[in-house]
């Protein structure tokens, strides 16, 4: 078993490993400074749904701390909730974590709280210890979905590094392993920042895991050859219809999971579903700069003066999906009714005040 690095809150500072160096450097950032942690998430330093959330929520609480009590103190995590938000668009756990640190925040503003530090800080832990129980729930639910003998196809990466736990889909596909159904992963490279190839391949090569690394449009083939028995992927956001967003090139692989009668699943947390949104058609997706795409590992590939379309996710219709397993429960269509009465049901960790 590896011992996998992930986010940590010890003494007041933040730590994290840097997932835009690996494979190659392992490089452990320690911050109090939420600028960082802003910049680490807007560069992807800091990357995965859950993770977003949790760092985010633990930036404020570095706001917090850098600043004497008061009304100064207040406007300072304000300013900061805000520089926080407009990191990345997509991912829905960034705004709820956000949301719950701004609630504490004003209710301890508006009372006058010479202790708001301690009160926000007690709401980031109680959020990373959520997303810690929720990734052990999701791999329990998820793993008896995969028989014996299975090969599975991954794309992006969902693993420890993308959480605050021990990961969505992947970890799915790890308990599957521990348990003895695994027998193969192929893992799509997923271009262009090879998430997948560089994160994905890492984790389960540590794992002892047969791993096959495969570009992104070598996975049509090799499910019509029938070497795929199940397709497992994360979420950036659910919609309130089930439609999934999640890093480009997920719809690909539903369609061709569709036409070849493979399993779609998508493993998440209930803090990923978004019910104010109705469907994916109201989801905001990022687009990042074309340099991701012109060049690769700093060297340009591509001529002068071509442009490039570079999104960094795409909505995958619910029609698609086989079932959600969140760490409420599997969910099989229709996931309208279903997602909204498994929101009220997905448990908040104590708040030690």
């Not at 007041?12 to 960082?36: A, C, F, M, N, W």
């Not at 708001?116 to 129980?133: F, K, P």
């Not at 569709?258 to 905001?284: F, Q």
């Not at 001529?303 to 397993?325: E, K, N, Q, S, W």
Request: charged content about 20%; glycine content about 10%; proline content about 5%.
């Amino acid at each position: 078993m590896v011992n996998r690095p992930r986010l940590e809150w010890s003494d007041g500072k933040l730590r994290y490993l840097d997932q835009s160096r690996l494979p190659h450097e392992s490089v452990l950032i320690e911050t109090d400074d939420h600028r960082v942690v802003a910049r680490s998430i807007r560069t992807l330093g800091i990357r995965g749904a859950p993770a977003i959330g949790v760092a985010a929520a633990y930036a404020v609480v570095l706001a917090a701390r850098a600043c004497g009590a008061g009304p100064e103190q207040a406007r300072h995590c304000r300013d900061a909730i805000t520089h926080l938000s407009e990191t990345r668009p997509t991912a829905v756990n960034l705004f709820v974590s956000l949301e719950r640190m701004r609630e504490q925040l004003e209710a301890g503003a508006s009372a006058g709280d010479a202790d708001l530090s301690r009160r926000l800080e007690a709401i980031a832990v109680a959020i990373h210890r959520e997303d810690q129980d929720a990734c052990a729930r999701i791999a329990a639910l998820g793993a008896p979905l995969i028989p014996p003998g299975s090969s599975v196809l991954t794309h992006c990466h969902t693993g420890a590094l993308a959480t605050g736990g021990g990961g969505t889909a992947l970890n799915v596909i790890l308990e599957a392993f521990r348990r003895g159904s695994v027998r193969t992963v192929y893992v799509d490279e997923t271009r262009p920042l090879l998430q997948g190839a560089r994160l994905t391949a890492w984790e389960l090569v540590q794992e002892g895991v047969d791993t096959v690394l495969i570009t992104d449009s070598t996975a049509g083939h090799l499910l019509k050859l029938g070497r795929v028995d199940s397709v497992w992927v994360g979420a950036d956001r659910i919609a309130a219809n089930g439609d999934v967003a999640n890093k480009i090139g997920t719809y690909t692989l539903a369609v061709l999971a569709a036409r070849h009668n493979v399993p779609m699943y998508v493993a998440a947390p209930v803090s990923t579903v978004d019910l104010l949104t109705v469907s994916g058609d109201g989801i905001t997706l990022e687009e990042r700069g074309s340099d991701e795409v012109t060049s690769f590992g700093g060297v340009q590939v591509a001529p002068d003066g071509v442009r490039a379309y570079v999104p960094a996710f795409d909505v995958t219709p619910h029609t698609l999906v086989t079932a959600l397993v969140t760490d409420a429960g599997v969910v099989r269509p229709p996931f309208g009714e279903t997602l909204r009465d498994l929101i009220g049901q997905r448990p908040r960790a104590e708040v030690n005040r």
